[in-house]
């Protein structure tokens, strides 16, 4: 009885976010985000998504492999885009990693999961104590729980080992170029002028915001965090709310081959 409530609040959490938004910003910054929006930037969110998935299931390989379970690369990036298609559609945004678990073995995906927010949280505490901008007062946490993460990954299950370790954090590293050089793109199609090294630190902290699952089909937290961390940096709220709209709809583009892939998943 429990299991049902939970999932009912965390869309209430992320409707929630999205009603403050609203009430503080108002409904231009998501309408303008909505008209920026063409085909050429959703091409682009198509394209980076490929090497993205194709690093996610990579790393899926390779923690599979360091736990004595064999699963082959195109199984993987299959499962991988299903896997992204479901979580964009349905609230939560963690219920196609449970699909994916289930089919292919929870244990291998919670660990594959873990070490790449591990990966982010390391990489952006790295880079937040470097950019010059508000938001580098939250490197100290985030490095605390960095080596937390660390920690728990070095007494895991042997996974990651001398032999695999090391392309698990390349494919990790993989992994988050795709989504922050997207956000990039929809910050510049939202009309965000400021220049890369400001707007790397950002994506990161609206990456690390869409790991929560407390969303609508990915919308929520996402919002939100930019909203901040654009104000923060003193780009205003309604910049950010709207480059993540954009991020948004770009994010849906580029996992839409699982589309594709949703008829095999009896068979995969």
Not at 48 to 75: F, H, I, K, Q
Not at 160 to 178: D, E, F, I, K
Not at 218 to 224: A, D, M, S, Y
Request: net charge positive; aromatic share 6%.
């Amino acid at each position: 009885m429990r299991r049902p409530w939970l999932g009912r609040a965390r869309v209430l959490a992320g409707v929630a976010v999205l009603a403050v938004l609203v009430w503080r910003v108002g409904l231009t910054p998501f309408l303008h985000g909505l008209s920026t929006v063409d085909a050429r930037t959703l091409l682009l969110g198509l394209l980076l998504g490929v090497p993205t998935t194709l690093c996610c299931a990579w790393r899926w390989t390779l923690v599979s492999d360091g736990l004595g379970v064999r699963l082959p690369l195109r199984r993987a990036v299959a499962a991988c885009y299903r896997s992204q298609l479901i979580n964009v559609a349905l609230p939560g945004g963690v219920l196609g990693d449970v699909h994916r678990g289930v089919r292919h073995g929870l244990r291998s995906v919670v660990w594959e999961r873990f070490a790449g927010q591990v990966v982010l949280v390391t990489v952006t505490a790295g880079v937040l104590l470097l950019a010059p901008s508000p938001t580098h007062r939250w490197a100290p946490l985030l490095a605390v729980l960095a080596v937390a993460g660390v920690a728990v990954l070095g007494v895991g299950p042997g996974m990651l080992s001398a032999r695999t370790g090391p392309g698990v954090l390349l494919a990790s590293l993989g992994a988050l170029l795709g989504p922050v050089a997207t956000f990039v793109v929809a910050a510049r199609a939202a009309g965000v002028t400021a220049s890369v090294p400001v707007l790397v630190p950002l994506a990161l902290l609206v990456l690390l915001a869409m790991a929560l699952p407390l969303n609508v089909a990915g919308w929520g937290p996402r919002e939100g965090v930019a909203a901040w961390a654009f104000a923060a940096t003193g780009l205003g709220a309604g910049a950010g709310v709207a480059t993540a709209v954009v991020y948004g709809l770009m994010t849906i583009v580029a996992v839409l081959p699982g589309a594709l892939l949703l008829r095999g998943a009896t068979r995969g």
